[in-house]
């Protein structure tokens, strides 16, 4: 697969990603006002948490797209570990 196929790859996951988790926090925010306090900021948290978590997620598998998409710019293998 060439670089450009990649990244197109990445921003579609990425993008349904986000809808998906905009999704699940918008419901998540109907049903807090529905909610007693201590209920509410649980779900809160699990609503946010994942949130959080797939944004480090799609930030570092972005970066090793690029990584991987300059080295074969320069037709040189990528070099995996330190």
Known sequence: MNALTGEWMFWIAAVG??????????SSLRTLRLSDGAKAAR??????????????????TWSQVKRASAHEHMNMPMQTGA
């Open 17 to 26: 990603c986000a809808a998906a988790e905009a999704a699940i926090i918008v």
């Open 43 to 60: 779900e809160a948290v699990w609503a946010i948490l994942p949130a959080i978590a797939l944004a480090w997620l799609l930030v570092a």
